[in-house]
């Protein structure tokens, strides 16, 4: 037991048994406190989790690997600019997707950014998800020069795209225009 806000080393030991199949999986490793108030018959419990990616098997790690398959501009109900990404997991281990999107070459020669990826977005392989950038509110329309760079750990995926964010349809006349996807105009990727 510990004092308030003092640390220490947990050592974890996970069984793996003979005839567990190869592959990835996932667990957590939990920690947790609990304050028992007498007085009011109250339990408090606080939690902590490590995610832990288990792998099983013969050789190193799995293979991360993912592409960029689309990139679409568009604008929230409120006229917030928005950029998603579609990203299919094709390798052999889940990834926590993160990343930035910066624009260049806009009305007036103008620039903006780094935005950051929302949310991180986990993928399991084989799985395929959006990945959303939220931009300023009062970004012009555009075109726009799209730069979107993904990682994954040391994995990384670089896209580039001509954009357009529709002007905001006033509110009762419809939702806000949308531009299709865009083809990716040049990808890269290192590991």
């Known amino acids: ?9 947990v050592m974890v030991t996970i069984a793996v048994p003979g005839t567990a199949a190869e592959g990835e999986r996932y667990a957590v490793v939990w920690a947790q406190t609990t304050v028992v108030s007498g007085a009011a018959n109250v339990i408090e419990t606080s939690r902590l989790g490590v995610r832990v990616y288990l792998d099983i098997g013969p050789g190193g790690e799995p293979v991360s690997s993912f ?4 990139l679409t501009a568009d604008r929230t109900p409120d006229g917030t600019p ?5 990203v299919h997991n094709t390798g052999a281990r889940a990834l926590d997707i993160t990343g930035t999107l910066t624009l260049s070459d806009g009305p007036g020669s103008a620039s903006a950014g780094p935005f950051r990826v929302t949310a991180a977005t986990t993928l399991a392989p084989g799985q395929s998800g959006p ?4 931009l300023e509110r009062g970004l012009a329309d555009g075109p726009w020069q799209a730069h979107l760079t993904l990682t ?3 994995t990384r995926q670089e896209v580039s795209a001509t954009i357009t964010f529709r002007s905001r349809v006033p509110p009762g006349s419809g ?3 949308t531009r299709g996807p865009s083809s990716p105009s040049s990808c890269s990727s290192s590991r």
């Open 1 to 9: 037991m510990r004092a308030p806000g003092g640390s220490g080393t």
């Open 67 to 70: 592409d960029i398959t689309e």
């Open 82 to 86: 928005r950029v998603t990404a579609q």
């Open 131 to 134: 990945v959303t950038v939220n």
């Open 152 to 154: 994954s750990g040391v």
């Open 175 to 177: 939702r806000p225009g």
